[in-house]
């Protein structure tokens, strides 16, 4: 084989191993198994996903609740529509009784009605995005300190800012919203807060010493929600990691939050 011949087989396989990390880092296969405390939002985060994408890829709809040991797949299912995928395979229903003369009920149909009381049906779930009272978004900054690393849109851990800090110092939310996610489930962001703002727009909060908030919680826009921190194996110093996402998609929170801080 000659030297150039040599150097596309080797760049093959170089590629080939490469695309089996990244598959391996998606979970095995391209899927990933729900641990315990986790929220179809942290996971969406940690891939970089779209949180509605996610939830259509595999069936699951409003209120998006997952349940540990679950598998997700973390990719669009093949062959067909991304709304289909996942979705329980409906059971036929049992063909209806032929109708009595005069609108009687069938006798053992008489029989169960009086022998089982009404249940009464439950109302629909709303949606996660009415949950939120629509609002106009307006931000703040979440913390008073200085900007110690900036956005960088395709390093993993940089797709934020860094603004450095006391322990113990106050961490608030950005703009008024709903908590999807408050754990440490994240290695690399520690203590970690997800709020949800509006359908598209979410924030992150990392690398707090303290989460005051839970899960479900609805903040207003500079509340305190953390106590600022060293967690998590992504800070080297004390900090607070900041991330915004639109759509799933990382941007740069400088361009959203005002120019002086408040």
């Excluded at 603004?163 to 489930?185: L, M, N, T």
């Excluded at 290695?187 to 010493?209: T, W």
């Excluded at 967690?231 to 900041?242: E, I, K, Q, W, Y």
Aim: net charge positive; hydrophobic share 35%.
């Amino acid at each position: 084989m000659s030297g150039s011949g040599w150097a596309r087989s080797l760049n093959r396989a170089l590629g080939a191993a490469a695309g089996a990390l990244f598959l391996a880092a998606c979970g095995t296969l391209g899927y990933h198994e729900v641990k315990k405390g986790e929220t179809l939002y942290s996971i969406s985060w940690r891939y970089g996903a779209d949180y509605r994408e996610l939830a259509r890829w595999n069936g699951i709809q409003p209120p998006y609740i997952i349940h540990e040991g679950q598998r997700l797949r973390l990719t669009p299912p093949g062959g067909r529509s991304s709304g289909e995928a996942g979705k329980p395979v409906a059971r036929q229903a049992a063909p209806r009784p032929r109708q009595q003369p005069g609108n009687a009920q069938p006798p053992a149909a008489a029989a169960s009605a009086a022998a089982s009381p009404r249940t009464a049906s439950r109302p629909p779930q709303p949606r996660p995005e009415e949950e939120i009272p629509n609002r106009k978004l307006s931000w703040a900054w979440p913390a008073r300190g200085k900007v110690i690393r900036t956005f960088s849109a395709g390093e993993t851990g940089k797709q934020g800012i860094d603004i450095e800090g006391r322990a113990g110092s106050p961490v608030r939310a950005a703009a008024f919203g709903r908590v999807v996610y408050s754990g440490s489930g994240l290695r690399h962001y520690g203590n970690l807060i997800i709020i949800k703002h509006n359908a598209r727009y979410l924030s992150a909060y990392a690398h707090n010493r303290k989460l005051l908030v839970a899960e479900g919680a609805v903040v207003e826009k500079g509340q305190k929600i953390a106590e600022m921190g060293r967690s998590g194996t992504g800070a080297d110093r004390v900090m607070l990691h900041f991330e915004i996402r639109a759509d799933g998609k990382p941007v740069d929170p400088l361009s959203f939050l005002p120019a002086g801080k408040s």
